[in-house]
């Protein structure tokens, strides 16, 4: 049947305007509206579909058969034999069409056929907008948004975006912010989800990206990427450091930063509610990264250990407090923006501690080496830290230490490789006592003493070694074991342990097949 219906042209087209949405869907919704309520009408079994002219409005609503060469459902299926008395040159897999006889729209389809296609259309609509709204906004992640405050959910700030509602945590709030209804609020977006009630949008104030965004707005140098931001690290509400940098030698970053009389950095302070901020220059000088990291404290020097990602921060004992900041907080912004586990030490007790252990390398030379408290004590300060350091190092190594000649360098050289000799037999033989397993003995990345080490320790057998953690292990052996080494002697411990567990599925699978095939 077609039905005039001009309106329905004028309808969509301003439902579609008012929505933002696409016209064509707002067709597709009512055509599908239209499907349902003559399903009411004539039967849910068949398959009836409704088609909306898009020039003159008009509708024809049809009957659809699949023709098919076995029917097993007559209400929407039709034999190709009897599909071809209607239509002669139809093939399997096409549709029959069967135009529905005229009725009335308005009065034949009834109050509950109506009311269906009334909210089918409206549930249509609502997820056209869901759609659209979930395709704006996920390309918006990680950008600035604004809006005004709402209403409070549990703790929870719900924002009106416009079109759209998004959700600020309580957690991702600055602390002690009191924002109310009706407030113009900026935060960034961190995360768009498709969920069955439509987009959930989720806002941030307390993201490290979100100050960086605050500058970028404020700084039109970082706008324009002159000066690049390298890292954030935040305690909203209370402190921040920024790390900035520019590769054009004539601009400071820092002051850039700044900007006159401090208006660019206290704009954006502002917008944290008084959060202080450290702008940092950026080095690619890790060390000096670092000093400017932990600024306004002076530091002393810096010790690395790459293997652990940890650094050491001697600094002098009136800095300490400085350097440390309220409860923590400038040492673990510091490690936060440089992306290294910094050890604040005092400058006393590293002194102390340095020559407690020259103290100890000197009475082990002195024992080992046979040589006078003099001699092992300049070996210590050099840097030589064991006996095996002397008998595997270059001349040339000594040579910087006055007073050793050629003669004195050979003879400290020929000693020391005889007692690592002697030491490596003791060694030996403590191993022997301690019975490991043939696999343990195989790891060649365990070195006589750690061996030691394990035997002392109850690990001879594969099982104990593979119930150990990585961080376990290198307590046991000694911090100069490296983290590498240690997670890759640990997951070849447990090998055997998946092996044996392939085997068992693998036997399982055959009794299983042979049970099978008797039955």
């Not at 849910?44 to 060469?69: F, H, P, Q, S, T």
């Not at 970053?253 to 940092?280: F, H, N």
């Not at 350097?323 to 510091?334: E, Y």
């Not at 790891?443 to 001879?460: A, P, T």
């Amino acid at each position: 049947m077609e039905l005039e219906n001009i309106e329905l042209i004028n309808a969509a087209e301003n439902i579609a305007e008012e929505k933002g949405i696409e016209k064509e869907l707002i067709f597709k919704a009512i055509e599908n509206a239209i499907s349902k309520a003559s399903k009411i009408k004539y039967g849910n079994n068949y398959d009836i579909r409704a088609e909306i002219n898009r020039n003159n409005g008009k509708i024809n609503i049809a009957r659809y058969l699949e023709v098919k060469k076995d029917v097993e459902d007559n209400f929407i299926e039709i034999s190709l034999k009897d599909a071809k008395t209607k239509k002669k040159n139809i093939k399997i897999g096409e549709f029959l069409v069967e135009k529905l006889p005229n009725f009335d729209f308005r009065s034949d389809f009834g109050r509950i056929a109506a009311q269906t296609a009334k909210q089918v259309v409206v549930q249509q609509i609502k997820e056209a907008e869901r759609e659209k709204n979930y395709e704006l906004y996920k390309d918006k992640v990680g950008q600035i948004i604004n809006g005004i405050v709402k209403r409070m959910e549990f703790g929870n700030i719900v924002v009106d975006l416009g079109n759209a509602e998004a959700v600020i945590k309580r957690e991702e709030m600055i602390p002690r912010e009191n924002l109310r209804r009706g407030d113009r609020v900026k935060a960034y977006l961190y995360n768009v989800s498709q969920e069955l009630k439509g987009p959930q949008i989720f806002l941030s104030r307390t993201h490290p990206q979100f100050l960086a965004l605050l500058f970028d707005q404020e700084v039109p140098e970082i706008n324009s990427g002159i000066i690049e931001i390298k890292g954030v690290a935040r305690d909203p509400g209370s402190r921040a450091k920024i790390a900035v940098f520019s590769s054009d030698t004539s601009i400071d970053p820092v002051g850039a930063c700044v900007g006159m009389r401090g208006s660019r950095v206290q704009a954006v302070v502002t917008e944290l509610q008084g959060e202080k901020i450290d702008i940092v220059p950026w080095s690619e000088d890790k060390a000096a990264y670092i000093v400017n990291s932990l600024a306004p404290a002076q530091i002393t020097k810096v010790i690395f250990e790459e293997e652990s990602n940890k650094i050491q921060v001697i600094i002098p004992e009136d800095q300490l407090s400085l350097a440390i900041g309220r409860r923590g907080q400038n040492v673990r912004l510091a490690s936060n923006l440089t992306n290294f586990e910094i050890d604040i030490v005092d400058e006393k007790d590293e002194k102390n501690k340095r020559n407690e252990e020259i103290k100890r390398i000197s009475e082990m030379f002195m024992k080992y080496l046979d040589v006078d408290e003099v001699i092992a004590h300049l070996l210590g300060t050099e840097g030589f830290s064991s006996i095996e350091d002397i008998a595997d190092s270059d001349s040339k190594a000594f040579k910087v230490i006055e007073g050793f000649d050629e003669k004195l360098i050979a003879e400290l050289k020929d000693r020391a490789i005889k007692s690592v000799k002697i030491k490596n037999k003791e060694l030996e033989e403590k191993k022997k006592e301690f019975g490991f397993d043939k696999e343990i003995k195989k790891i060649k990345r365990f070195s006589l003493q750690n061996f030691i080490s394990l035997g002392e320790k109850n690990i001879k057998k594969l099982d104990d070694l593979a119930n150990l953690s990585s961080d376990e292990l290198i307590e046991i052996v000694g911090e100069n074991f490296k983290k590498i080494d240690a997670d890759k002697v640990i997951m070849n411990a447990r090998k055997h342990w998946f092996d044996e567990e392939d085997k068992n599925l693998k036997k399982n699978l055959k009794k299983n097949i042979k049970k099978n095939l008797k039955k």
